[in-house]
Structures are given as structure tokens and as C-alpha cells.
């Protein structure tokens, strides 16, 4: 049986159900400030909804924020990886070594939260982690296959 509460949001979600842009707008002008620039009601409504009962029943746990901010298909490869699996890269001439942890991944006396930021500090340069460790394919070197 559904607390008071749990009703209560599941009255206000479906109250969004029959409304254009411009109402759903007013109402995030209301709660939250400005909306965001969506010109999609439905877009608009699904935000709003989840606003609603995170506000209510809590947000995103630190894990599921985590994986979120890492984003994109090479953070599922990256995030497959077992603590303990060592992935071995050689950049000019010298081979660097990364161990998987439950927290992140340890690289040079130091654990760093994306495979992305090591690969900088390797490289100099911007790059995607999980491809610079062999975990993506390359695209480029795919359309010259």
C-alpha cells in the first residue's frame, strides 16, 4: 500500500501528463528557477517529473553519479574491468602501467579517477582513455581496415 507521500508525487507526476510547454515551464520557474531551454514538453515533463521525485525519495546514489560523469561506451569498457586487471600501454618507447581498483585506477604512485586523465598526463594530449589503453576501437584506424 502506497505511504501518503508516494501518493501525493505520483498525483503531482501525473498532473504534468496534461500540459503544454509553457505551463510545464511556469512550474519549474516556480520550484526550481529558471528552466531549462528544451522546446520539447515531453522532454520538459520527463525532467520535471524526475525533479519532482528526487526532491521527494532522493537522487542518484555517488556510484550511479560517478558512472554517469564518465559517460559514453568507453566508460562501460572501463567499468567492466575486474580490481586487480593491469593494463599495459607503451608510448614513445616507454611502457605505463595501470592497475584497476574498486575507487579508480592507480597510475604512477596515485589513484585517478578516469583512465581519460591518465592517458592526458601520458600523452600531453586530450584523449579518450579507455581507447588510448586499447579498450575502444580506434575509428579512424577502422576506416583505413
Known amino acids: 500500500m502506497p ?4 501518493t501525493r508525487i505520483e498525483a503531482e507526476v501525473a498532473a504534468l501528463e496534461g500540459m503544454g510547454l509553457e505551463e510545464l515551464r511556469a512550474i519549474w520557474r516556480d520550484r ?6 528544451l522546446r520539447s514538453p515531453q522532454l520538459l515533463r520527463l525532467n520535471l517529473a524526475w525533479r519532482i521525485q528526487a526532491d521527494a525519495f532522493g537522487g542518484l546514489d555517488a556510484e550511479t553519479k560517478r558512472r554517469l560523469r564518465r559517460g559514453g561506451a568507453g566508460a562501460a569498457a572501463a567499468d567492466r574491468l575486474q580490481p586487480g586487471v ?3 600501454r607503451e608510448w614513445k618507447g616507454v611502457p605505463h602501467e595501470v592497475v584497476v581498483e574498486e575507487g579508480g585506477f592507480r597510475y604512477d604512485g ?3 579517477k578516469s583512465l581519460s586523465e591518465i ?3 601520458i600523452s600531453g594530449a586530450r ?19
Open 3 to 6: 505511504t501518503e507521500l508516494e
Open 32 to 37: 526550481y528557477g529558471v528552466p531549462p531551454k
Open 86 to 88: 593491469r593494463l599495459i
Open 110 to 112: 596515485r589513484v585517478w
Open 119 to 121: 592517458a592526458r598526463h
Open 127 to 145: 584523449w579518450n582513455g579507455p581507447r588510448f589503453f586499447g579498450l575502444r576501437p580506434d575509428p579512424a584506424k577502422a576506416k583505413a581496415a
